[in-house]
């Protein structure tokens, strides 16, 4: 069966930025007047998330947007934007972006099967090409806005600077702004690739971008790695620096803060290390079994203990040294490794709190789901029939 072949063009007769934005809850800013332009605004009146002003409001297909910070696009480029909102599936951001499209357009969605060129497209895009990139230092001075809204000061953003982008995709004709650009490099400090961050929630990585022994790495000794003495691994960029945003007052000011984008591989975690031979690594990933997992793999690498790991009831299992043992994935992991293996703590563990999914989340005060306290009457009711089942016993 074919592939059903959508017309971009004319889905945007259809569908404008307006429509897209209002059904992510953007508002319409009177204030800033209605005309030409208008701008939607994203948050309450104490906390602007985003705001975009777009042109041709009354006109679907002319509709396009920008921001004050210079990132610009149309309505594809908006809804590439913001994919994580919308449950679709495919094997690109533009086979998705074609299902939301269909979607808001009340047409039927495309359906697509195995494609031999697309899957030439990626074999020739397994190798970073960083001529492919335009690169531009941030300007302090004038700080994207993306980073207030994942509540990253500027002072944080200062800081690391030397290791933070702005990126600008050449071929990609459809979107002409520029995206944060986290630099992957390997042991011989050349970047191979980037980790990609844009509003509305986008994340991608450069086409060919070596996820297996790169990883982002931003080291804050002015270039003496042998005197950093701690190594924080994080899933995200963002998470890194909201977590040495956070916890700045407790760190020495020579460490490094890495990156995995969201991926695992031995060589990324054993080749990161290396450059830093008298440091710990500590494992800050996420707070869910994915992130205990990679933290498992993390203290097996470095503490020299080949493990299988998988779900179990009441944990994860642990096959290691001959033996098999569950691990209590929210208690410190290296102590009850220890309980089994010969451990020598070359790793440690700096969690979110127990509340958050991350460290980002933490530093928005986003908890993974809210925790009422009960009021006085449930407390009461709940006290009572403690009582009475004290006196059944």
Known sequence: ???????????????????????????????????????????????KRDTIIVSHPNDRAAQTFFRRD???????????????????????DWQK?????????NMPEPEYHEDWEYLKSVKAASVFDASRYEVRQIDVERIPQIFRQR????????????????????????????????????????????????????????????????????????GNPEAVKSVFFCESAFDAMAFHQMNKGQLHPDVALVSLGGTFSDNQIIGTMNRFPNAKAFDCFDNDIAGR?????MIGLLEGIPMKISKAEGGLQVEAGGKSFTVNPV????????????VHYRTGQWLPPKAFKDWNDCLLNKPLAPVLAPCKEERDRNLAERRKGSLKM
């Open 1 to 47: 069966m074919p592939d059903f072949k959508v017309n971009f063009k004319e889905l945007k007769a259809h569908v404008g930025v307006t429509d897209v934005a209002y059904a992510l809850g953007y508002r319409l800013d009177r204030k800033a007047g209605v005309g030409r332009y208008i701008e939607l605004v994203l948050g309450d009146g104490r906390e």
């Open 70 to 92: 210079g990132s610009k696009g149309d309505v594809l480029t908006f809804i590439r934007e913001n994919l994580d909102a919308f449950l679709v599936t495919g094997k690109d």
């Open 97 to 105: 972006t074609a299902k939301v499209m269909a979607r808001f357009a």
């Open 151 to 222: 509540g990253i000061s500027d002072e944080t953003v200062r800081q690391f600077a030397p290791f933070v982008f702005l990126i600008r995709d050449r071929r990609n004709g459809n979107f002409d702004g520029y995206n944060i650009g986290f630099p992957y490099t390997g042991a011989d400090g050349l970047v191979k690739g980037y980790e990609i961050r844009g509003y509305g929630g986008y994340k991608s990585k450069a086409a060919g971008t070596d996820s297996s022994s790169s990883a982002w790495v931003a080291d804050l000794s002015g």
């Open 293 to 297: 997992i990679y933290g498992l793999r």
């Open 331 to 342: 208690k410190a992991l290296s102590s009850q490794l220890a309980a089994h293996l010969p």
